[in-house]
T-cell receptor, first 113, second 113 residues
């Protein structure tokens, strides 16, 4: 199974862009990269996902390298409410149609006022 | 639309007891998944239910079981509780199996004494 590696923690100043890296060097060609975040005392929240093209939505942008071995989640204008643990996940669909999402330890992002 | 609702929010049990946790998915969602979250192991997949049938299962002992009702509400049961079962149990729903986004509830915090 493809594994992901993320830095355990990062700080970012409020109003600046937060760039969260993720390494997934063993990813296969048809496996998607997902990002979720978990704010304290809540369940994880979906942010964005992508296969090989860069993606953008109202929450964030996802930049995937051409070789797909790494990606970066970008929060363009971080606010205090973005303080959370961010999980980078590779989504695997088995031949039997079963999905596997492996949540790693994530990156604890702290937004500094 | 109401989000995923999990009850109870907190639960304290003693070793050897059993416990039942409840999850009400978002209206119209037919797939319900359960996850266990602990500081040491992170988020781990327990099982997924769809149309009242277990469709996918993680690597947990048979003490962990679940079911889904015709209205898509789901329950999970843990029998013969052990100290190591202390965790945040999260439920996630989505419209269909393999739909891209999981919508998580806030979880049930189980403490086993």
């Amino acid at each position: 199974d493809a594994k992901t590696t993320q830095p355990p923690s990062m700080d970012c100043a409020e109003g600046r862009a937060a760039n969260l890296p993720c390494n997934h060097s063993t990813i296969s060609g048809n496996e998607y990269v997902y990002w979720y975040r978990q704010i304290h005392s809540q369940g994880p929240q979906y942010i964005i996902h992508g296969l090989k093209n860069n993606e953008t939505n109202e929450m964030a942008s996802l930049i995937i390298t051409e070789d797909r071995k790494s990606s970066t989640l970008i929060l363009p204008h971080a606010t205090l409410r973005d303080t959370a643990v961010y999980y980078c996940i590779v989504r695997v669909i088995s031949n039997f149609g079963n999905e596997k999402l492996t949540f790693g330890t994530g990156t604890r992002l702290t937004i500094i006022p | 639309k109401a989000g995923v609702t999990q009850t109870p929010r907190y639960l304290i049990k003693t070793r050897g007891q059993q416990v039942t946790l409840s999850c009400s998915p978002i209206s119209g969602h037919r797939s319900v998944s359960w996850y266990q979250q602990t500081p040491g192991q992170g988020l781990q997949f327990l099982f997924e239910y769809f149309s009242e049938t277990q469709r996918n299962k993680g690597n947990f002992p048979g003490r962990f079981s679940g079911r889904q009702f015709s209205n898509s509400r789901s329950e999970m049961n843990v029998s013969t509780l052990e100290l190591g079962d202390s965790a945040l149990y999260l439920c996630a729903s989505r419209p269909d199996r393999l739909n891209e986004k999981l919508f998580f509830g806030s979880g049930t915090q189980l403490s086993v004494l």
